[in-house]
């Protein structure tokens, strides 16, 4: 047994780690957070200093049973989990669940899995810093009382199901708020002006009017205004201009500019990188600090000049603006410098790769430039036509990486030709170009990431699952809209002739963006309305700071959380009380059959429209909202039509055929079998016809396309793209084979691989019990007896377990159902017994 244990929080870390200590070190991991508040109570004695209840979670008992014995057998424990706020927590838990002695554990951290970087902090241990685990306990225990209060409240006066959480609330506010902008925003056409002129010597270059025309009536008049005139370079100004590099990468930064050039969503951003980190290839991917080690510097300083000479370098030291002392207190950065990329899985590379040029871009030269204006007068009218054009006389830190940016149509200056002033130019033509001002742009999940941060609101560890949560949770989803035609003029004179054009484009696409689902509207506009306080952004803001000041050991976690309940919890109690319920309800009209009210909220099973009130002797009637309808927009027109559904159009083979909604969308159904409309198609529009034509396309993408050892083989499309079904097997068919035209072989491959596959997860499989043993995802197994499931934890041994243990496993999670439905019954009964002496006591009185 080795003489020291070291305890870190992942499996890989652990396998990075060992790798740089002798065999006088055990590396194990605790697999994240093994302990936490309870699940199914709140967990938190308000009433004595909101001290925590914290509990070993079920899936880590084995775990914390195995660090207990291997803590037992060393001389030294080493708690080396991440140097942030949760990091100091789980060695904290780790240090109290294994009963440590002071005298045997050390805390060592470091920002890089490097031999260096691990022998430098086991040379220079520490003891667990209580103030940054205070902050952790806060912003746990804040976040649980919020979640726990306001959930409930959100049950009873709005929906059943929906929960509610600090900072996601206020992301989602964002978003609606957003959204609301774009609603209501007019748009505006005017004419942009651009020209191309050339020199006498043929060289051509665009410019343009710097102002835009209001109407077209102007523009057109300007157009003829240019009929014969003769143009001449009035002013050419030249001035030199520098670039400077942007800062290494912080968190957001990353996820910001991973969007933007990989198109990688906040959350994968994270993980490739916790990936790196654990592999040893980067710096911790947690930090707000744009700081570089002096150890950094001198790497980058020495790969700069080995790769692209001395004139490329430029050291630099950057100021962050982020006030709190949380996270890391060093930028992302590779480890080894002179790694230009790493092995590793595609997408990981290409994160690297960025985390790479960003870094050593930042200690690199200015890029230095030459900027050119250039004016153009006519003889016929006073307007000035303006170019711009850009000369890069040294590229410095370009040569390597420039900056991304969120606007769509950034113009880039291109070369201009030589000129001089009162040089004669000649016209190739002017064009009008009829153009719409814009409403804000819908939130990305990276733009959420920096207005965020701008704001204060959240850190480093929150900004992906804040962004999963709300998307989980249905108040957020990704638009997937490729946008609408809109018609536009465009004006043209050449050679001084005038002619029009229309033209179209397509706008209004949401594909990828962050869109408020009706859900995510109607619980923000409620909890804006009677918790206007902790969804503040100020407030929240302040909050974050309060977490600062704790870590910072400037304030005290309890006091702060005093502060904090005495305000919400009365006004919590206030809402459930006294709020009404119809909230998000909007009145469209009267049916002109009953006269009775016709109106759109959310109810039960999500977004629908109601003829009728609940307080009516007559039951009210109720139609769910299609997929493109929302409750903001929904008009009295298109309500009213729903009640049309479901609508018979005939009979098939004398089953009904019908059209109606669903919860993915309009559908035809005969019988027991359904067929989804084509995207866009309203079902109200579906004719008897239309239906047989999707229902005998449906009949012959069912037919059998091959027998493969005497089982039929059909194809279809589904959810998750184009697949293929044998033996009651859904089989994934990729891009590598052609989906239309699969050939015998083709189909035998795609059968053979998924028997393959699933032998290959068969990890025990005892067929007269009907038991199994099976790889689960993320490392996980799977037991499995007809419906009996039970998940098993990454440290199970699984090719050892035996069939006594698994019938026992079985055996336990079988029971404990069976006790609960046992309780519940019991319940009922003495709920039912409760309720009967009740009824005797009221008639005695």
Do not use: C
């Amino acid at each position: 047994m080795a003489k020291n244990l070291v305890i870190v929080e992942s499996p890989a870390k652990a396998k990075t780690i060992e790798k740089f200590l002798g065999k006088d070190y055990k590396v194990a991991s605790s697999f994240g957070h093994i302990a936490d508040l309870p699940t199914k109570e709140l967990g938190v004695d308000v009433e004595k200093d909101f001290k925590p209840k914290y509990v070993v979670n079920k899936d880590k008992k084995d775990v914390v049973r195995n660090l207990k014995k291997l803590a037992e057998a060393s001389e030294t424990v080493w708690l080396a989990s991440d140097e942030d706020r949760e990091g100091e927590a789980i060695a904290w838990h780790l240090a109290e669940e294994l009963d440590l002695k002071p005298s045997k554990t050390k805390r060592i951290v470091f920002h890089e899995i490097t031999k260096n970087a691990i022998l430098k902090a086991i040379e220079n241990p520490r003891e667990i810093d209580y103030n940054l685990v205070n902050a952790q306990q806060a912003r746990r225990v804040l976040d649980r009382l919020v979640g726990y209060e306001l959930s409930p409240v959100l049950w009873r006066k709005v929906k059943g199901g929906l929960s509610a959480g600090r900072v996601q609330s206020v992301s989602v506010r964002l978003i609606v708020e957003r959204e609301r902008e774009i609603i209501d925003f007019e748009t505006k056409a005017s004419y942009r002006i651009d020209a191309e002129f050339a020199t006498l010597e043929g060289k051509s270059f665009k410019a343009k009017i710097p102002k835009n025309f209001d109407t077209k009536e102007e523009a057109e008049a300007f157009l003829k205004q240019n009929i014969g005139a003769e143009y001449v370079v009035a002013d050419l100004t030249k001035k030199p201009a520098k670039k400077r590099p942007a800062p290494p990468f912080t968190t957001s930064t990353l996820q910001q500019e991973a969007a933007r050039k990989l198109y990688f969503s906040v959350s994968k951003t994270m993980n490739m990188a916790q990936r790196l980190y654990e592999a040893g290839h980067i710096t911790y991917m947690r930090t707000d600090s744009v700081n570089l080690s002096d150890e950094a510097k001198k790497g980058a300083a020495k790969e700069i000049q080995s790769a692209y000479g001395k004139e490329y370098l430029e050291p630099r030291n950057y100021k962050g603006k982020s006030k709190g002392a949380q996270e890391a207190h060093e930028a992302i950065r590779p480890t080894h410098f002179e790694n230009h990329s790493v092995p590793a899985e595609r997408d990981q590379q290409r994160l690297y790769e960025l985390i790479w040029k960003r870094a050593i871009a930042s200690q690199m030269s200015d890029a230095k430039l030459e900027r050119t204006v250039v004016k153009i007068d006519a003889d016929k009218h006073d307007k000035q036509f303006t170019a711009n054009g850009e000369i890069l006389k040294f590229d410095g830190f370009l040569k390597v990486y420039l900056e991304g940016t969120d606007d769509e149509e950034e113009e880039q200056a291109g070369l201009l030709p030589a000129m001089k002033v009162n040089d004669k130019l000649d016209n190739n033509y002017i064009s009008a170009t009829e153009r719409f001002t814009r409403p804000p742009a819908r939130y990305t999940e990276a733009s959420l990431v920096k207005k965020l941060e701008e704001l204060g609101i959240g850190r480093p560890s929150t900004y992906a699952p804040t962004i999963s949560t709300i998307q989980n949770r249905k108040y957020i989803e990704k638009g997937s809209i490729e946008g609408k035609e809109r018609a536009y003029a465009k004006l043209v004179l050449k050679k001084d002739k005038y002619s029009e054009k229309s033209l179209t484009e397509m706008v209004g696409s949401d594909k990828g963006k962050l869109i408020p689902t009706d859900v995510g509207m109607v619980v923000n506009d409620f909890l804006v309305q009677h918790f206007s306080n902790i969804l503040d952004y100020n407030f929240t803001a302040k909050v974050e700071q309060d977490f600062d000041d704790i870590a910072e050991g400037n304030e005290k976690w309890t006091e702060m959380m005093q502060a904090f309940y005495q305000e919400f919890h009365p006004t919590v109690k206030d809402v459930a009380e006294n709020a009404e319920r119809e909230v998000g309800e909007r009145v469209l009209g009267k049916d002109p059959k009953t006269g009775k009210p016709v109106s759109a909220r959310l109810g039960r099973f999500g977004p629908m429209v109601q003829i009728g009130s609940v307080e009516d002797e007559e039951k009210p009637q109720f139609a769910s909202l299609g997929p493109d309808q929302t409750l903001n927009s929904i008009t009295f027109e298109e309500a009213m039509a729903l009640f049309e559904l479901p609508k018979k159009l005939g009979e098939y083979q004398d089953e009904a055929v019908e059209v109606n909604n669903g919860r993915y969308g309009p559908y035809v159904r005969y019988g027991k079998k359904f067929v989804s409309l084509d995207k866009g198609e309203d079902p109200l529009d579906v004719t008897f016809e239309r239906a047989m034509e999707l229902i005998k396309a449906k009949e012959k993408a069912d037919a059998p396309i091959y027998t493969y050892e005497g089982k039929d083989v059909q194809k279809g499309v589904g959810r998750f793209g184009p697949y293929i079904k044998w033996n009651n097997i859904f089989i994934n068919v990729n891009k590598k084979y052609d989906f239309d035209n699969l050939s015998e072989s083709d189909i035998i491959e795609l059968i053979e691989d998924k028997k393959k596959k699933e032998r290959d997860k068969l990890i025990h499989h005892w067929e007269e019990e009907g038991i199994k043993v099976e790889k689960a995802r993320w490392g996980r197994f799977k037991l499995s007896q007809g419906k009996t499931k039970v998940e098993l934890p990454k440290t199970t041994d699984a090719e050892n377990l035996t069939l006594e243990e698994v019938k026992a496993m079985l055996e336990k999670a079988g029971g404990k159902k069976k006790t609960t439905k046992k309780k519940t019954a019991t319940k009922k009964k003495t709920t039912a017994k409760k309720k009967t002496t009740t009824k005797k006591t009221t008639k005695k009185s």
